[in-house]
């Protein structure tokens, strides 16, 4: 009982009194019992405290607790069971529970998704349990695997029963997770607590990955940049010292007492000194963070007052910009913020020391992420494109880290609208241009990974520059940077066979894989089992118009990693098309497919190259190509694309669009590492002095370059039936099925199984990348074949070009004006990096100059 005149204090100790009278009562009459008592979901020792009644009984009393919290402070004789998360095993067996399936054994596709499933719920019961739940309300949700991202988002939010009275099974996570708060009895110090989390969420996550391992000095200099300067939490800072949060790493040792991050001490790149780092406990708690950063900013601006833009991404913007003003105070602070900092004593004594015992590791790996998630888009580019930052990166993360780091940052802007092009003439000169400026850093990575000389370094090191370059390369392709990705990729094989891997390594098979995807296979119709016909990979899409207004590429699912290009886009406009507009279809790099729309049962590209067609017949065997005309839009551009992904001409649909098993035979540059020599090439020159005397003498065409290969037809139907004469495609097949030919007197070569056919190029064009094939001219008095010779090596030239030989078809100059414009304008901002850093040409304002002083040991 209070009595009138008691004081607040007066009426707290009433309070502890009467609580310790009960304790004392409810133990008088237990005693003599056996007593288990459970406390499920405890936060504080107060508790605890309370319903300890043991310590006044004589009889036998246990106490069982559950708790998710840290106990830092154990009681003595308490014996403490530290019980994880469910084994992933146990958590796929325990959603299939949950789902309702009773004893039907699950497909292996559905335990895999599952299994994706339950560790986005971060193992944890009660969000698994939801996910089940969901996926028994919606069957097709364990078919697919598409919505898996937005799984932790689903059950954050999503309630598991439909009753208005809400028990403690249907709450949702997001309400559970906010009791994980209670341990902090303050309501303002619980906010601000819940705000530097939800801070964290925000600021340090990359698509790719939500809750990396970051820099918990980066952490904490955030959060006191936040309480210092946002007017709305300036006011929380004097609360959190008198709750005993002296210091913003406090916050971090409760928050991980919580059990909502975790802690480690690890060192940061090539820095000698090891360093605290923290991470989000797991994806559920991230996505929670996430909710805690938007409620922030509703309540802030208002519930009532609409908002164009996602709360979330606001907040994103607003504090990684702050993150950014971290950086820039830093270098005028006299006061140590966080331990990364640099003094003045220590920058002066760095060529004494280690220099990357004051290199900031977070600023390296973060920085450009932090400018554009906070929309700093020029000074991320500036930054990316200074070609000290690349050195330093590179330097102190690792060459394969830092080339990693560097290509992620570019694939990041490349998602920004800034770098979209759109329909509008005027959009697509901006997009033009701030692209251009991607390439620019890709060309720069590309000067720093070509200049280094391997056999300087250590094997491994040798083998981190080949794994850099082929990253680039791929990067590379998704720019239409063909060549300079296929000399990645080259050199990147040579560096891994000269540092000693085998020919079956895992490096040199991707490596050689990825340098086979620049072959280019001719593509014609065939019957609808042939085991050569191509499937797209989003048929449907097609079928259901779902795409917008930059259509679908035609990519495949079968052969994967490849798609349907155009073949000028790789080896230029005069190599392998005809005068009447028409241009090749190709079987490609993915990368490089052609986008279409479809206009009824035309696939129109909507680069503006025309309509896919099949000409040169009207059925098994005809070729496809790409058209210009509009009078040629009839029947033979037209195309059923099926569910299985399938195209069939329309007029027959018991064809398919198939492609060549081999790649066509080409003219390459006579040192080219794709020049083919002649197994027999002893045997094919003494040839040429044997038929000038009248000696005919047939020759096999395998290579001894390429081990088990030599110059073959087309599988099916070689000959190919146009107007006037007659056409024999030449491909690199299997040796066993090698042609067999010989010279004649006046150095043409012609082929034993065809007769009266030549060896020509496509158009009788003497340039590297055109076609070759064998010809002959169906009248009276046929054209001659074109005049080859055999080489001292093995290889054959053209007689009016013995610069150029036969080979693999090679990627050359493509024909598109608006990747040159882009490529000129990337390599004259590169080479400003590259060739004038610190003049005053340097990219880098002076501003930012200054700012990166402070950065790293210059």
């Known amino acids: 009982m209070f009595l009138p005149s008691d004081t607040h204090m007066a009426q707290a100790a009433r309070t502890i009194q009467a609580m310790e009278k009960v304790k004392s009562r409810m133990a008088q009459l237990m005693n003599g019992l056996r007593i288990f008592l459970i406390l499920d979901d405890v936060w504080c020792h107060e508790d605890v405290e309370l319903f300890n009644f043991g310590e006044e009984m004589s009889s036998s009393f246990t106490l069982f607790i559950t708790t998710r919290t840290l106990d830092m402070f154990p009681s003595s004789g308490a014996c403490w069971i530290d019980i994880p998360l469910l084994r992933p095993e146990d958590a796929v067996s325990f959603f299939f529970l949950e789902s309702g399936r009773g004893e039907t054994l699950p497909s292996d596709e559905e335990f895999h998704i599952a299994a994706k499933i339950v560790k986005k719920c971060g193992y944890l019961p009660l969000a698994i349990r939801i996910a089940a739940k969901v996926a028994r309300a919606f069957p097709d949700f364990i078919h697919s695997e598409n919505g898996l991202e937005s799984i932790p988002n689903h059950i954050v939010l999503t309630r598991l029963g439909q009753s208005h009275h809400v028990t403690a099974v249907e709450q949702t996570v997001a309400n559970l997770l906010h009791r994980s708060f209670s341990i902090v009895t303050n309501a303002d110090v619980c906010h601000a607590v819940k705000i530097c989390f939800g801070a964290m969420a925000a600021v340090f996550y990359m698509e790719d990955n939500l809750r990396p391992w970051v820099s918990q000095d980066a952490v904490v200099m955030l959060w006191r940049k936040l309480f210092e300067e946002d007017e709305n939490l300036i006011p929380y800072l004097p609360k959190l010292g008198k709750y005993r949060l002296y210091t913003m790493k406090d916050i971090v040792k409760l928050l991980k007492i919580m059990g909502l991050i975790d802690t480690r001490i690890g060192k940061q790149g090539r820095n000698p000194v090891e360093r605290a780092e923290v991470q989000i406990h797991h994806d559920l708690l991230w996505e929670y963070g996430k909710t805690v950063a938007t409620e922030f900013q509703r309540r802030r601006r208002g519930f009532d007052i609409a908002s164009i833009e996602s709360d979330f991404d606001i907040m994103v913007v607003e504090w990684n910009t702050a993150m950014i003003e971290c950086y820039k105070n830093k270098i005028n602070s006299t006061t140590e913020i966080g331990s990364d900092s640099v003094s003045e004593s220590e920058s ?40 000290k930052f690349l050195k330093d990166r590179t330097e102190f993360l690792g060459i394969l880290k830092g080339t990693k780091q560097h290509i992620f940052d570019i694939q990041t802007l490349q998602k920004m609208d800034n770098f979209r092009v759109s329909d509008d003439g005027t959009q697509l000169n901006v997009s033009c241009l701030e692209k251009s400026k991607l390439i620019a850093v890709l060309l720069l990575i590309n000067h720093l990974l070509l200049s280094m000389n391997p056999t300087l370094f250590s094997e491994e090191t040798q083998i981190e520059i080949g794994r850099s370059l082929v990253i680039l390369g791929v990067s590379e392709q998704g720019f239409a940077l063909w060549q300079e990705s296929l000399e990645c990729f080259k050199r990147a094989l040579k560096i891994f066979q000269d540092a000693g891997l085998e020919e079956s390594h895992p490096y040199i098979l991707s490596t050689t894989e990825q340098i086979e995807t620049y072959f280019f296979f001719l593509m014609w119709l065939e019957p609808e089992d042939s085991p050569l016909c191509l499937r797209l990979k989003h048929p449907q899409k097609f079928i259901d118009y779902d795409y917008g207004p930059s259509g679908l590429p035609l990519e495949l699912s079968y052969p994967p990693n490849k798609g349907i290009v155009q073949i000028n886009d790789f080896i230029g406009r005069n190599s392998f098309g005809d005068k009447n507009g028409l241009i090749y279809s ?29 000409y040169l017949s009207d059925g098994d065997g005809a070729f496809i190509c790409w058209s210009h005309s509009e009078e040629q839009k009839n029947e033979k551009s037209s195309w059923i694309i099926r569910n299985d992904g399938r195209i069939s ?20 540059a006579k040192d080219s590492p794709s020049c083919i020599i002649f197994k027999n090439h002893e045997d094919l020159r003494t040839s040429q002095d044997d038929n000038k005397k009248g000696k005919k003498k047939n020759i096999s065409l395998e290579l001894s370059s390429h081990p088990n290969l030599g110059i073959v037809t087309r599988p099916r139907k070689p000959m190919v039936e146009i107007g006037f004469f007659s056409v024999v495609l030449l491909f690199i097949g299997t040796a066993e ?15 034993d199984a065809f007769d009266g056919f030549v060896l020509r ?96 040991w210059v």
């Open 737 to 751: 099925s090698s042609l067999f030919a010989s010279f004649t007197k006046d150095q043409e070569i012609v082929f």
């Open 761 to 856: 190029c496509l158009g009788n064009i003497l340039e590297e990348g055109t076609g070759l094939q064998a010809t002959r001219d169906n009248c009276d008095r046929p054209r001659k074949g074109q005049q080859f010779q055999v080489n001292k090596n093995g290889s054959i030239s053209p007689i009016e070009a013995p610069h150029l030989v036969l080979g693999f078809p090679e990627v050359t100059v493509p024909d598109n004006s608006i990747l040159d414009k882009m490529k000129a304008d990337a390599r004259k901002i590169a080479s400003k990096s590259i060739g004038s850093l610190g003049s005053e040409h340097d990219l880098l304002n002076e501003e930012y100059q200054k700012l990166l002083k402070g950065f790293y």
């Open 649 to 668: 001409p329309l007029q027959n649909p018991k064809l398919c669009i198939a492609a060549s098993p081999y790649p066509y035979l080409s003219l390459v």
């Open 348 to 387: 002066d004594c760095e060529s004494e020391a280690d220099p990357y015992l004051y290199c900031d590791g977070h600023m390296l790996c973060w920085l450009p992420h932090h400018m554009i998630k906070g929309r700093k888009v020029n000074e991320a580019l500036n930054l990316l494109m200074n070609k």
């Open 586 to 614: 190709c079987l490609g790099p993915k990368e490089g497919s052609t986008r279409v729309v479809r206009q009824g049962n035309l696939l129109h590209c909507v680069e503006g190259k025309g309509f896919l067609r099949f």
